[in-house]
């Protein structure tokens, strides 16, 4: 063994202890380092592959999901093998193999407000490789708190987004978007879609800026927000600097705790109750006795075109208001999207229009194959 590194990793680690910037001080920094990911998904399966195999000594995974078949187009750590796996469990096999002298600490749970400063503090680089807002701004503000560098990668169908944020005298990501958006203007990736490839160039650029900041060296994306259009090919770059009256990093911080996270991003849980949601189990009996209410589903046409329920009205939510007048506010409305969350919100929308029986299907149409109909495909 010579300077830490075993033969082993001196062989398989040569390529990059001839680059001056690495060297043999800089592997051992990478065998020292601890990075953690959270989600192993589209963006995690590149970044882990790419840090396990640069030899980041210790890698944390923070995830609770199976694999499922509508993984496999990008979340290429996953194989057709691990559907029904833990994310986990399929993340470390495939780790081990490619380089088994990287430790993976599996964290199977999800990011909240009470392990987020635990987890986060435990590392020395944060990787975030979520898909929603919630767990984003969580991110966020746990490395601000923890003062750890956030490598930062976003993405929605053929773009991405990366930065790195929290770091010492650069912005975090509430300098850019101070305040989550409103849960309406939240789409997912599921909703909306993305390009299979798009997750491994943004998810690649995050492990690079994550090795650079391990070695220290080059010019990481501290106040440079990059922006990749994949459809044309073309990257852009926005200058990003710190907000003296940022709302967790600014001179005088109004945010000194993290936050329920969970009910700033989405309709708050009142809003939630009370709406009658009908299950998918109650349609379909209502269905067969032959008294069905009027279904409406509120989706995009590209996802009404993957699967739907019989019977069912197309009127996109981004439609419904203005389309009020093909309805009857005296007829009982079952309002369905993919999970639930639109329909509730046109269920609202309806309800101050007078449609008093409006009411939501609980789960969506993913509830209705899992409970009803499995032979549609989920997306």
Not at 234 to 262: M, T
Not at 310 to 328: C, Q, Y
Request: glycine letters at 10%; a negative charge; proline letters at 7%.
């Amino acid at each position: 063994m010579r300077g830490g590194l075993t033969r082993d990793e001196m062989l398989r680690y040569s390529r990059h202890i001839t680059l001056p910037e690495v060297g043999l001080d800089g592997q051992e920094r990478l065998k020292r380092a601890r990075v953690l990911c959270i989600g192993a998904g589209g963006l995690g399966s590149p970044a882990v592959l790419y840090l396990a195999a640069a030899g980041v000594g210790t890698l944390g995974l923070v995830d609770f999901d199976e694999v499922d078949v509508s993984n496999l187009q990008r979340q290429i750590i996953h194989g057709t093998s691990d559907v029904g796996r833990l994310k986990l469990d399929s993340a470390r096999d495939r780790v081990a193999d490619i380089n088994p002298h990287v430790r993976l600490e599996a964290h199977p749970t999800s990011l909240t407000a009470a392990n987020a400063i635990e987890l986060v503090s435990a590392y020395d680089v944060i990787l975030d490789g979520t898909d929603n807002f919630p767990t984003r701004y969580l991110v966020n503000d746990a490395c601000v708190m923890a003062s750890r560098p956030n490598a930062y990668g976003s993405i929605f169908r053929f773009e991405g987004q990366a930065s790195v944020f929290a770091a010492p005298g650069g912005p975090c990501y509430r300098c850019l978007h101070p305040e989550p958006p409103p849960p309406d203007l939240i789409p997912s990736c599921a909703e909306g879609g993305v390009l299979g490839v798009l997750p491994g160039i943004i998810g690649t650029i995050q492990a690079t800026e994550a090795i650079k900041l391990i070695l220290g060296v080059g010019e990481p994306l501290v106040g440079r927000f990059l922006i990749y259009d994949a459809l044309r090919m073309r990257f852009r770059e926005l200058k990003l600097s710190r907000d003296p009256d940022c709302p967790v990093c600014g001179r005088n911080p109004r945010i000194r705790e993290l936050q329920a996270y969970e009910q700033a991003c989405h309709p708050a849980q009142a809003e939630m109750e009370g709406l009658g949601d009908m299950t998918a189990v109650e349609l379909k009996s209502r269905m067969d006795a032959g008294n069905p209410p009027i279904v409406v589903d509120v989706r995009e046409p590209h996802e009404f075109g993957i699967c739907r329920i019989p019977g069912a009205i197309l009127i996109p939510l981004g439609e419904l208001a203005s389309r009020t007048g093909e309805l009857d506010p005296a007829s009982e409305i079952v309002l369905q999207c993919r999970s639930g969350a639109r329909s509730a919100r046109a269920v609202a929308l309806l309800r101050d229009r007078g449609f008093g029986r409006a009411r939501n299907l609980a789960g969506g149409i993913l509830a209705w194959i899992d409970q009803v109909d499995p032979t549609q495909p989920k997306y």
